[in-house]
């Protein structure tokens, strides 16, 4: 069977959560499936999960629906089950420490301050896949950290959001296409 990748936006099930900090990486995800006509259908290990081709490979986009903290579960699963090696995973999701608009790529790495990303790398015993960091700035003073990424971009954001969300989708084709040190050569600079 050719490679096939796994594509996965981290964020968190519900209406409740759509379009906040934390769900970027679903928004991604949705930009995608959308852009290269992938059916967002299937219900299966704790995910919605679309299955189609981009760049002329094999993939499958990912929002686990298992809310953020235990993503991981719905990772491994999906890796176990089609027996994906780690490097065929790409993650998207958001980050406190970079501003909003940017846009950080990286070959590998801990998780951070992220308890989605904390929860993947457990599950899967790696942290040598890449990732797609989206920027959504830190909470101001006096803002409780959890109520601050669940929170909505604020008007002036959200086009900044939009284009950096854009451009998360188009770094997921390079890589696919020509490999992560391009893809960070091209957006991490931005």
């Not at 929860?119 to 015993?125: L, P, R």
């Not at 803002?143 to 939009?162: G, H, M, P």
């Amino acid at each position: 069977m050719e490679d096939m990748y796994v594509i996965i936006g981290l964020g968190n099930p519900g209406t409740r959560y759509e379009k906040t900090r934390h769900n970027v990486g679903f928004d991604a995800i949705d930009l995608l499936s959308k852009k290269h006509n992938i059916g967002m259908t299937k219900i299966k290990h704790k995910a919605v999960i679309g299955d189609g081709t981009i760049e002329g490979c094999r993939v499958l986009l990912v929002k686990p629906q298992t809310f953020m903290n235990l993503s991981g579960e719905s990772v491994r699963e999906i890796i176990e089950w089609y027996k994906i090696p780690t490097r065929n995973i790409i993650i998207l999701y958001d980050d406190i420490d970079l501003p909003v608009g940017k846009l950080r790529i990286r070959p590998n790495g801990s998780s951070g301050t992220h308890n989605g990303m904390r929860s993947v790398i457990y599950q899967i015993q790696s942290e040598d896949f890449p990732r797609i960091r989206i920027g959504v700035d830190k909470p101001p003073q006096g803002w409780d950290l959890a109520d601050f990424v669940l929170s909505k971009f604020l008007s002036d954001e959200r086009k900044i959001v939009d284009d950096v969300i854009e451009n998360a989708t188009r770094a997921v084709e390079v890589i696919l296409k020509s490999g992560v040190d391009n893809a960070m050569n091209r957006f991490n600079s931005k």
